[in-house]
Structure formats: structure tokens, C-alpha cells
């Protein structure tokens, strides 16, 4: 379990150092004059590189926590990465925090212990083939609602549509990850229905979560996505996937899960920092 929750802490950490870099590199890029030369582009925009490099590195953390630990946690410690990036704004921006904020953040760090202390670790139950091929066909589903979020003249009623399009998009990235079984030799885990249903929703999920805060406001775009994709696949993995709670600790569980939820979503407008906030 340690291992785990080791990488479930260490995908927090590089989604929320991930926000805070890309922030800088963002700023750095439009200070660049436009007649620069292509090195002067190149090193302004290293920071917001070494921020996506990041992004990768928590994915592939988040993944390995998600083989032995059960989705409801792992994804809860995934939506605390907004805390991350509300502290590391304070040491390396010089932001302040307000006093309800940083109640967020005591709330969130209580919730975890919780989540963590009342999960049951272990793998997954074994899916048969049918569920590798309906978890496939909900790629469909997603490309539709962001074809629909896409095509929406309205940019209100479009950036809902696709923050939840971004936020079951990544959900099912998570189940998938915790669903998918390594088989040898390898060209058997290659040709799974679930492998290929984890990389087109993740790919359809950043997509329209760029739209998103594209056309909408970041903290509601953030807060919808959060919701979607933690809530969703706690209940997937709950009930298909045998995820498990310690016996007598459910109440524990729950209260850990909405803990790290609401103070998830009252730090929401922390998760993408303004660029005029950058020095």
C-alpha cells in the first residue's frame, strides 16, 4: 500500500507543480518582443515544458497508484493537486492565501489521512472481455459530447458541457487504468480493448478541457471537472471494480472523500494562475 500511496502523493505533487510552471512559462512567452529570435521563444517557454513533462510524470504516477489502490482514493489525492499549487504559488510567487483558503488546504490534508487509513488495498477484479469492449465504446459517448460542446454557439452552456466532457473523460481514463490488466507477453496488454480505451479518453479529455477554460470561467471549468472525475469513478470502482473500504471504516471514508472534495473545490480558483499574478 505504501508504494501507492506514494504514487498517488507524487502525481498531486507534479499536477500541482505542473499548474504553477506552466503559469510562468505562459507570462514568460507573451514578454518575449515578437520580433525575437527563435532561442529567446525557445527559453521562455521552458518552464511551461517542463510544466507539461510534469503533467506526464504525475499521469504515469497516478497509473501505478491505481493498481493497487482503489479509485475513490487516488483519484481524491489527483483533485488535492489544487492544494499543491495554492502552496507552491505562496513560496515561489509570493501569493497570499486568505484565511478561508488556507482552512481549505488543513480540511484537505485531514481528508486524505482519512481516505488513506480507511482504504482497502489490492488489485482490481478482473474484467471479462465484454466490459474491456463497453469501456471502448464510452469513447464514443465522449467524442460526441465534445463534438456537442464544440459545436454550441452559447460559450456558457458549451463550457459546461465540456468541463463534463474533460471531467468523465479523465474518470474513465482512471478506471481504465485501474481496470487494465498486464498480460505477457506484452502484445497481449497491447491489443486490450481497455489500453486503447485509456489513451483515446485521455486524449479526448485534455482536448476538451482546453476548450473549456477556453470558453468559460477557470474556476467553474475547474470545479465541474473536479466533481466529474472524482465522484464518477469512486462509484464505478465501488461497485464494478471491488474497490473496498476497511471493515467498520466507511463512515471514516466517507467523510474523508467529501473532506478532500470541498476543499478541493473551494481552492478551484488556485488550480490555473493568473498570469498578471506572475513575477
Known sequence: MLAGL????????????????????????????????????????????????LDVLGFVASVA??????????ESAVASSV???????VLVLDLRLRRAEITALAVIG????????????????????????????TVALVALLLLIGLRDANHARASLVLATTAGLGFGLVGIAARALAVRHPWWRTAADPVLWALLAQGA?????????????????VAAITMVAETIFPAVVGLVFLG?????????????????????????????????????
Request: avoid cysteine; hydrophobic fraction near 60%; glycine fraction near 10%.
Open 6 to 53: 506514494i504514487g498517488a502523493a507524487a502525481a498531486a505533487i507534479a499536477y500541482g507543480a505542473a499548474s504553477v510552471l506552466q503559469a510562468i512559462g505562459v507570462q514568460h512567452m507573451a514578454a518575449v518582443p515578437s520580433g525575437a529570435m527563435l532561442r529567446s521563444r525557445l527559453a521562455a517557454g521552458r518552464p511551461y515544458a517542463l510544466g507539461l513533462i
Open 65 to 74: 497508484a491505481l493498481r493497487t489502490l482503489p479509485l475513490f482514493l487516488v
Open 83 to 89: 492544494a499543491v499549487t495554492a502552496v507552491l504559488a
Open 110 to 137: 485531514v481528508g486524505l489521512v482519512l481516505l488513506a487509513v480507511s482504504a482497502e488495498p489490492g488489485p482490481a477484479h478482473r474484467t471479462g472481455v465484454a466490459a474491456g469492449w463497453v469501456l471502448l465504446g
Open 204 to 220: 479526448l479529455a485534455v482536448v476538451a478541457f482546453g476548450f473549456a477554460l477556453h470558453r468559460g470561467r477557470v474556476t467553474t
Open 243 to 279: 474497490d473496498a473500504v476497511r471493515q467498520h471504516l466507511v463512515p471514516v471514508a466517507i467523510i474523508g472523500f467529501l473532506a478532500t472534495l470541498a476543499g478541493s473545490l473551494a481552492l478551484a480558483d488556485q488550480a490555473e494562475i493568473d498570469a498578471a499574478q506572475v513575477r
